[in-house]
């Protein structure tokens, strides 16, 4: 089992073989022209059959691999974005922070790690990307996200980490 990915799995430079012409069905086309549309999630392409030298347009879906999360124990379960911001909820109750702040962070996490090669992310590292948000939005919420998360064993640890925050601009 050598297979490369989807992505390496290319002929020569704008030309490949899943795009049958419609007019002639010849399988190979080379692309003229390629824009993203749909905010990127979609590719508008221009080809040129190889064959007929018709052209005709496709459209391509980006695949949105699904992402895993790791728990502690080992148990994985798919991403969700709604739990980032459920969690960041809990944390910033009765604190000034808007709902649209707290999507746009989990939006955010959500694209980095789909930008990442990685599949499967751990729920710490999940954990410490929504802490970078967090402080940035409200030192409390922050900190007491931070609190469960890390999971401080007792107050001396607490009052470290409250004590780097205050330190630490
Ligand atoms: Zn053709």
Do not use: W
Not at 22 to 35: A, I, M, N
Not at 121 to 143: H, N, P, Q, R, W
Not at 150 to 160: E, G, K, V
Request: net charge positive.
């Amino acid at each position: 089992m050598n297979e490369k990915p989807f992505h390496k799995r290319r002929l020569k430079k704008g030309i490949d073989l899943s795009m049958k012409c419609p007019f002639c069905g010849y399988s190979e086309s080379k692309v003229v022209d390629s824009r993203p549309a749909e905010e990127g999630a979609t590719i508008r392409r221009r080809r040129e059959c190889l064959s007929c030298q018709k052209r005709f347009t496709t459209y391509e879906i980006m695949e949105r691999l699904p992402l895993i999360v790791v728990k502690k124990d080992g148990s994985r379960q798919t991403f969700d974005k709604q739990k980032l911001v459920n969690g960041m909820l809990r944390a910033c109750e009765k604190r000034p922070v808007p709902l649209a702040e707290l999507t746009d962070v989990a939006d955010q996490i959500e694209q980095d790690l789909q930008n990442s090669l990685e599949r499967e992310i751990k729920t710490t590292d999940i954990g410490e990307m929504i802490m970078t948000g967090l402080k940035s939005l409200d030192e409390v919420a922050y900190v007491r996200f931070a609190s469960v998360y890390r999971q401080f064993r007792d107050i001396n640890s607490f009052m470290d980490e409250l004590n780097r925050l205050l330190t630490d601009d």
